[in-house]
């Protein structure tokens, strides 16, 4: 069988007030005209198909349309809530995708495991079973564990442990021969390296699990949460599909894709990538001003580091010469180290306005204007 692993789409995401909804529409175009050509018996969508818990009604449509599109391939399409997701909200729109022959799962629900479990079979009679388990926080990850009737939590245990526990009754049934055995989870895996652009409590090693949570027996693990496509070492063949749109500029090195596996219940997971390239690409560029007013401004959104005093109206002088800039920042190099420049000012007996000017002199930030405007709202709101 075939499959087309991808996860990480967060639709909806606005990047330093620019919103990336035409950049969404045209990645998640390519990546149905990827499944078209392709032709694979399953999509599996690994979590965080929203940027927020609140998606708009424009990203509401959007997700909707490219999980229908892709499932009129001719592919079985299973899609999972990711830690962005609203998993509730997104179980609410199950019996939309019933109806559409879409399999959701947003959350561990109240149910029997089995709920979590797809078992389908592919065109030419390739049987597999999915293990589809949705983000789940550390609260839930217990509540999963007692649910399940597994052993009971202690407050000693891990969030692997319950992890773990979880994927074992998920897994029971990978021991049957002639059937390709699957995982898809939303979770950080020790050894993985983030994309630059993850949620940090949620990737934080209190989060992290090993990867022997997974079966010896499953023939491929289908990971989102990760944002950087990889491979993670493990007792089976284990791999983040990484993101089709650069989130934000600490990604701007990734190579954004999604990733094709070929299986059978006798052969072992063939994998490639085939790359994405429809976003907008984020770049960032450092230079003073005369030397910004030299560059060539390379395509993309920008980040730009200025080798300049900070001032007041420097960043919309930035910006007349860059105007695609998005985050203009002086560059760390030159932001003194905290307790450097003037003695930390005390604050007994001295006014706002005096120890705002000693903060700005301690930052290295001398510039009357910008004294002037404090002094005047604060005058304006101690009246």
């Known amino acids: 069988m075939k499959i ?12 330093k007030g620019q919103s990336r909804a035409e950049e969404h529409k045209q990645v998640l175009a390519q990546v149905i005209e990827i499944a ?42 299973v ?12 179980d609410a729109l ?20 089995a709920d979590l479990v797809i078992d389908g079979t592919t065109r030419d009679g390739e049987r597999w079973q999915l293990a589809a388990l949705p983000f789940l926080s550390h609260r839930y990850a217990v509540r999963a564990v007692e649910m399940y009737e597994l052993t009971a939590a202690e407050a000693t245990q891990t969030y692997a ?5 979880v994927l074992a009754r998920l897994t029971e049934g990978f021991a049957e021969p002639d059937r390709v055995h699957l995982v898809t989870a939303h979770l950080t895996v020790v050894g993985a390296s983030t994309g630059g652009g993850e949620r940090d409590a949620h990737t934080i090693m209190g989060y992290a699990v090993p990867a022997t949570v997974f079966p010896g027996t499953a023939h491929y693990v289908a990971l989102g949460h ?15 599909s990484g993101s089709p749109i650069a989130i934000d500029f600490g990604e701007q090195e990734n190579v954004c894709s999604v990733t094709l596996v070929e299986v059978s219940a006798r052969t072992a997971a063939q994998v490639r990538e085939v790359p994405v390239s429809a976003a907008v690409p984020l770049r960032t560029v ?18 730009v580091f200025v080798r300049e005093q900070p001032r007041a109206g420097l960043r919309e002088e930035v910006q007349d010469l860059l105007p695609r800039a998005l985050e203009i920042r002086i560059d760390p190099e030159l932001v003194p180290a905290p307790g450097g420049g003037a003695r930390t000012a005390q604050r007994a007996g001295r006014s706002p306005q005096q120890l705002f000017a000693d903060y700005l002199a301690g930052r290295g930030h001398d510039d009357d204007g910008v004294r002037e405007l404090f002094d005047e709202l604060f005058e304006e709101v101690d009246r």
């Open 286 to 303: 450092r230079g003073t001003l005369a030397q910004l007013a030299e560059l060539e401004p390379p395509e993309g959104w920008l980040r």
């Open 161 to 165: 442990d319950h992890l773990g526990r």
């Open 226 to 240: 990760l944002h950087r496509a990889q491979r993670v070492d493990g007792p089976c063949p284990v791999r983040y």
């Open 36 to 77: 078209r050509q392709e032709r694979p018996d399953l999509v599996v969508v690994a979590g965080d198909l929203y940027d927020t818990g609140s998606p708009t009604p424009e990203a509401t449509r959007l997700v909707t349309r490219a999980l229908t599109a892709l499932r009129r391939t001719g592919a079985d399409v």
């Open 4 to 15: 087309l692993h991808t996860s990480d789409w967060h639709v909806g995401k606005v990047l």
């Open 79 to 90: 899609a999972i809530g990711g830690n962005h997701d609203n998993g509730p909200a997104l």
């Open 94 to 113: 199950r019996p939309w995708a019933e109806a559409a022959g879409i399999v959701l799962r947003g959350s561990v629900r109240d149910t029997n495991p």
